[in-house]
């Protein structure tokens, strides 16, 4: 496929590896994994509604990442470990004309480098497969851990927003033409 994600041949579509994380599209079975990262406060403090999220709310998101994974070959995927246990979730949000970069960890792996590591190869992706499309970031004001891993893998700090209510810094990547 011209985005460079590869069919498996299991349901799975693999879009990147790194040495200790894969990206794969969705399957509906992964709701009860991605509920359980999903229904931690500490987890979803600075993402979404800022609230634990229910089950119906995890079953809806599955639906649009698989969704967009279909339509437009990008979405936030799942994040899995080298014993494809669903570790959180990555990818872009945004629109064609500038994306997001996003990445969730589920909080028993925190600490680990696992966002940092993750975070790199997607920006690695994005210049291969968005050729000069922005890249750019929110992190909300006060998730410092967000913040630290944008400045690790290069993106520079731009202003402040208002997203959905919530004070953001913005963060771009300098290196995307
Ligand atoms: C933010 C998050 C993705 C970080 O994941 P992680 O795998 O623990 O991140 P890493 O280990 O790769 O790196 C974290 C960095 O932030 C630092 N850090 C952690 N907590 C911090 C804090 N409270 N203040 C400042 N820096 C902090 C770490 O020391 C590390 O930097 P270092 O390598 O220079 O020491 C994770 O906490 C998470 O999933 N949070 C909930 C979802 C979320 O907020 N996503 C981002 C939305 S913008």
Redesign the pocket.
């Known amino acids: 496929m011209s985005n460079g994600v590869m069919p498996t041949g299991a349901q799975r579509d693999v879009v990147l590896s790194t040495p200790r994380l894969t990206l794969t599209s969705w399957l509906v079975e992964d709701v009860a994994a991605l509920h359980e990262v999903h229904s931690d406060p500490?987890?979803?403090?600075?993402?979404r509604n800022g609230r634990p999220e229910s089950r119906g709310e995890v079953e809806r998101l599955i639906d649009q990442y698989m969704d967009e994974h279909a339509a437009r070959g990008w979405t936030k995927w799942r994040l899995a470990d080298v014993d494809d246990q669903l570790v959180?979730r990555a990818g872009f949000g945004g629109s064609s004309d500038s994306r997001g970069i996003?990445?969730?960890?589920?909080?028993s792996?925190?600490?680990?480098?696992?966002?940092?590591?993750i975070?790199e190869a997607l920006v690695g992706w994005h210049r291969e497969h968005a050729v000069g499309v922005p890249l750019r970031?929110?992190?909300?004001v006060g998730?410092?851990?967000?913040?630290?891993?944008l400045e690790?893998v290069g993106f520079d700090e731009v202003g402040r927003e208002e997203y959905d209510g919530t004070v953001c810094r913005v963060f771009v990547h300098p290196n995307m033409d």
Do not use: I, Q
Request: aromatic letters at 8%; proline letters at 0%.
């Open positions: 500490a987890t979803m403090e600075f993402v959180g996003a990445y969730l960890v589920r909080r792996h925190w600490g680990l480098g696992l966002a940092t590591e975070a970031a929110l992190a909300a998730n410092d851990a967000s913040s630290r891993v690790k």
